[in-house]
């Protein structure tokens, strides 16, 4: 009976904020609500982490990576940027997570204001918070597709906007009363739920498939790992492109971005951080593996139909969803929460430390209580979490008019400013001289030339071109695992250049690399 499912999925909604909110327990200050006051052990952020960066994206749209994915392009080769992403948090857990943990900071960009100046710190935390904002908006909305669909099974028409206020209103419940605690906690309790169903979703479908059809999908070159024969340029997924992009990528997301920092901070000291953030690449490859692997039966199950034409989907991405609503009730039920439970992984905390601690406190100019710090942490959780509902329901309205899976619109957004996230970062620790106006300069120079990139630069075969069209057949834009390494080297050459004109002496101020970094006091 298909009640049984909707009694699981309304249990889940209820029991797992309120759960959330006992562990979290009572927030004695700032530091408290902000980072834990760093007594979580590294296993449970290492599941935070996996947890916060794969999310619904992951289990609803992987899948849909394997199953359209073409004989030429190769089933698996999304997986060389897994193999990117252990490289860039292996780099960030001995060059950038020391400054971090060691510093005792709240957030990521205190790390430049210490460098360069309160100016370029809150330059980095507005750009992170609308960077997160759009590409959280597209989580949440993500998480609203599995649900549409099983209320349709039962008549029930509701809209997108409706289902991602539900799911915001349950999401800021623990993240409002129990902080990053809460948060941390109940990301690794959700993440080993939607694992758990996978494997439901992988012993029902072995139960359905014929006979040869691992042999057919091999044939298909969907277990095809590496894709050295498509354009570095604009392919899918070409090793050079997508391996070190990867671990670019994995190195500005995950010591640039305030989302994943901050649960490396609450960890205990830097070698717990530092076990944390290299064991999460390790699991990301194995996660990635798995739901690419699901997408690869689920292939042979359809047969290989187009989910939009042949099944009357929305959307390519609703084709995960829409076998498991198939599925035995119960089962059903319990995978559709753990796809939930892979949404409700919090970045509200992370929006609030920074908005408070790098932007509101610096224009403010006179030093916060922490009584004052926690209370505005709370309001701007509350005011974001707002943000993020408004922009789940804008993409959910526009979502149709696009062809790529919603993974790889949400790594899209990502690009225009991760490059020079993390560009920054390494410009204050390669060029001693570089001040805080070169950085700021060096840091808008990257977006526009990487936003000018993304949009105004197509490919008729090998040979760029200045056009603002949408890419087609025979025009390609450059595939988006070179936006990251793009920006870094921009804001490297622009810093390092502007640089040139003072002199060898290091500003005042200014942190030589390898030197201790001299830290604010704790929130």
Not at 94 to 101: A, E, G, I, K, M
Not at 148 to 170: D, M, R
Not at 212 to 237: C, E, H, M, V
Not at 238 to 243: H, I, L, M, T
Request: hydrophobic share 55%; glycine share 10%; aromatic share 12%.
């Amino acid at each position: 009976m298909r009640g049984l499912d909707l009694a699981i999925i309304a249990l889940f909604l209820v029991g797992m904020p309120l759960l959330g909110t006992w562990i979290g327990g009572r927030q004695k200050s700032a530091t408290d609500y902000f980072v834990s006051e760093k007594r979580i052990s590294w296993w449970v952020v290492c599941l935070s982490v996996v947890s916060a960066e794969t999310s619904t994206l992951t289990v609803l749209s992987v899948p849909v990576i394997a199953y359209m994915a073409t004989p030429a392009q190769g089933g698996m080769t999304y997986l060389t940027l897994a193999l990117g992403y252990i490289v860039g948090r292996i780099i960030v857990s001995f060059v950038l997570l020391p400054r971090y943990v060691k510093g005792d900071l709240v957030t990521a960009y205190a790390y430049l204001g210490q460098r360069y100046g309160n100016g370029m710190r809150a330059t980095a935390s507005i750009t992170f918070l609308f960077t997160r904002l759009l590409a959280d908006g597209i989580r949440l909305f993500a998480t609203a597709i599995p649900i549409k669909v099983v209320l349709a099974q039962y008549g029930i028409t509701a809209s997108y906007w409706v289902i991602v206020l539900a799911l915001g209103i349950a999401m800021v419940f623990y993240s409002f009363f129990g902080g990053v605690r809460a948060v941390v906690w109940v990301d690794a309790i959700q993440m080993l739920w939607y694992v758990l169903g996978g494997i439901v979703v992988i012993w029902v479908l072995a139960g359905k498939l014929p006979d040869g059809w691992f042999g057919r999908a091999a044939d298909a070159n969907k277990f095809q790992l590496f894709d050295f024969t498509s354009s570095p340029l604009t392919g899918a997924y070409p090793f050079v492109a997508a391996f070190f992009g990867g671990a670019l990528l994995s190195m500005a997301s995950h010591g640039a971005d305030q989302l994943i920092v901050q649960r490396l901070m609450a960890t205990r000291d830097v070698k717990a951080a530092q076990k944390a953030l290299i064991a999460s690449g390790f699991v990301v490859f194995l996660q990635f593996a798995f739901f690419l692997f699901i997408g690869v039966m689920m292939w042979a199950f359809y047969n290989g139909v187009d989910p939009v034409k042949d099944l009357g989907l929305n959307n390519k991405d609703e084709l995960f969803a829409h076998f498991i609503v198939t599925m035995p009730s119960g089962l059903s039920g319990f995978v559709i929460a753990g796809i939930l439970a892979a949404a409700l992984s919090s970045s509200l905390g992370a929006l609030a430390s920074s908005t408070v601690t790098d932007v509101y406190e610096r224009v403010r100019k006179t030093p916060m209580t922490d009584e004052e710090r926690l209370r505005h942490g709370r309001i701007w959780t509350l005011v974001w979490a707002g943000l993020l509902i408004v922009c789940a329901g804008v993409f959910a309205s526009s979502n149709k008019t696009t062809a790529d899976p919603i993974v790889v619109q949400a790594l899209g957004i990502a690009g225009y400013t991760y490059g020079a996230l993390l560009g920054a970062f390494l410009l204050g620790l390669v060029f001693r001289r570089v001040t805080q106006a070169d950085a700021i300069i060096a840091f808008v120079s990257t977006v526009l030339v990487v936003g000018f990139v993304i949009l105004g630069v197509k490919f008729v075969g090998t040979t760029p071109t200045i056009d603002f069209a949408k890419a087609d057949a025979t025009r390609k834009s450059l595939t988006g695992w070179w936006n990251t390494p793009l920006g870094v080297a921009v804001t490297l050459l622009v810093g390092g250049l502007l640089s040139l004109r003072h002199s060898s002496e290091p500003r005042s101020g200014a942190v030589p690399v390898g030197d201790e970094l001299d830290v604010e006091p704790k929130a």
